[in-house]
Each structure stands twice: as C-alpha cells, then as structure tokens.
C-alpha cells in the first residue's frame, strides 16, 4: 500500500508540472485549486457556474489535505488551497507569502457500512465486534479524515483492538471506493461523503466532542500569478450562491459563511 501512495504522489507531481502555466491559449485566465478529496462532488458544480460568469478555467487537484500541502511547500503553482482541516496548515500559516486560512464550512464524521451489510449500529464501540472483519478510514498522517477517525476510536477506547482489522486509505474518497466495493465492512467518513450514495448506509452516532471540529479554510495563497482573479474566486466560494450547494451535498456552511451575495 505504501507503495502505490508512493506511485499515486509521483502521479500528482508529474500532473502539476502539466498544469503549471496560468495563460490558457486564447489570452484567458487559468486557475489551478488543491482541494480535500472529500469536495469531489460538491466543488465542481460551484466552479463551474464562477467559469462560466468570469470566463476563466479552473483546474482542481484533490487529494488527502497534508499531501497536497507538502506539494504546494514544494512550490506546486496553486492559486487557492481548500483543506479539510487546519491541521495540515501550520506549515502555510508560518509563511508570510500566504495569505491566512479563512473557514467557510464544517463537516462531520459518520459510520458507514457496505452495501447489503444489514447491520444497525448503535455505538461506534460495535466495530470491534467479530461481525466487522475490515475497518476502513484515511490515513492519519496524509488526510485530516483519518486524524479525525483515529480520534473517535481512540475515544471510544477501541484504536488499539481494531487494528487488526483497520485498512487505510490515502484520503477519505479511497476509502469510499473500498466500502462501496465490499472490500470493507465498515468506514469512518465525512457525513457529505454518503450524502447521495444510497447504496451504502450510514449511522450519524459519532459524537462531535470524540475528535476535532472538521472544518474547511480557503487559503489564497500569495505568490499566485492570477491574484485578483483568485480573490474573486475565494469571495464567490464565500458567498450565498455557493454555500446553498455545498449544504445541498452535506456540509454546513452556517457558521462560517460571510454571506458575501
């Protein structure tokens, strides 16, 4: 498994030095975000509708936060990073080319089961019981998701016999993939993750004091070519128009929302 996270980083590596220009060929704008694998489904409808009104293009990047923010300490050419966590953004936030982290949403993490387990559960202490064989959540150490789960088992005093079972994902979408296949029995993910996944179910009975908040912040970072285009791009995410979809797909976006338009 390492090594295919090894391959999978290398992979990212050689895209972004593909995606590493920020004039398109007809003289437009072009933008590249880095984003939390767990805004696959939400971020392009709002991207889109920006593409479309400013008449730029936008590249998205997703990934485990703590990956991707090693890329960009590596200097990856990224114009806006959206993390799910702040954990992953001592590094950035020390720096003065970037700009503060602003929250614009919360998530939280829910128990969920493979499709046709037909198993209810009632505490999160049930994933050490036989019935569960495979434990799925992200890793730890590459994406907020995992950190946030391990806190929960941890919690719940049931991190160290579960390991037996635990498989680990690179971000919190590879987990997804593995409890959709069946590989697994259960998964610790993102409530938004299941949002329209009918297939697989899900019990919300992970109590939010058992890890830390999971929120998203924007970051603009500064040595961005297309700044102004950028800072437009962060305001609209900001806004109401782009708040009522991400809440549509599962996050909550009450508390930190400028409600900018």
């Known amino acids: 498994m390492q090594l295919n996270l090894a391959l999978l980083t290398l992979s990212s590596l050689f895209m972004l030095i593909s995606l590493n220009c920020n004039v398109q060929d007809d003289g437009s704008e072009k933008l590249l975000i880095f984003a939390a694998a767990s805004l696959a489904d ?5 991207i889109e509708i920006f593409e479309k009104r400013e008449d730029v293009s936008i590249d ?21 990073f959206i993390s799910a966590g702040e954990v992953s953004l001592q590094k950035l936030t020390e720096d003065s080319d970037y700009y503060k982290g602003t929250p614009i949403f919360s998530n939280r993490l829910v128990l969920a089961t493979r499709p046709g387990m037909d198993k209810e559960f009632t505490s999160i202490t049930q994933l050490k019981e036989s019935w569960v064989s495979r434990l799925a959540i992200a890793d730890p150490a590459l994406a907020p998701a995992g950190k946030y789960a391990k806190e929960a088992l941890e919690d719940a005093s ?3 016999s579960v390991q037996p079972k635990l498989i680990v994902g690179g971000d919190v979408r590879s987990v997804i993939v593995y409890l959709e296949s069946g590989n697994v029995d259960a998964a610790l993910v993102y409530g938004s993750d299941i949002k329209f996944r009918t297939k697989i179910e899900s019990f919300d009975i992970i109590s939010k004091s058992a890890y830390g908040p999971v929120v998203y912040p924007v970051f603009l970072l500064g040595n961005s070519k297309e700044g102004s285009v950028a800072s437009s ?15 549509a797909h599962g996050f909550n976006p009450d508390v930190y929302s400028n409600k900018m338009n």
């Open 158 to 160: 049931i991190w160290e």
């Open 233 to 247: 791009l962060l305001k609209f995410l900001q806004g109401k128009e782009s708040m009522e979809i991400f809440r």
């Open 42 to 46: 939400a971020l392009p409808e709002a």
């Open 60 to 80: 998205i990047s997703y990934g485990g936060s703590h990956t991707l923010a090693r890329q960009i300490e590596a200097g990856a050419p990224v114009d806006l």
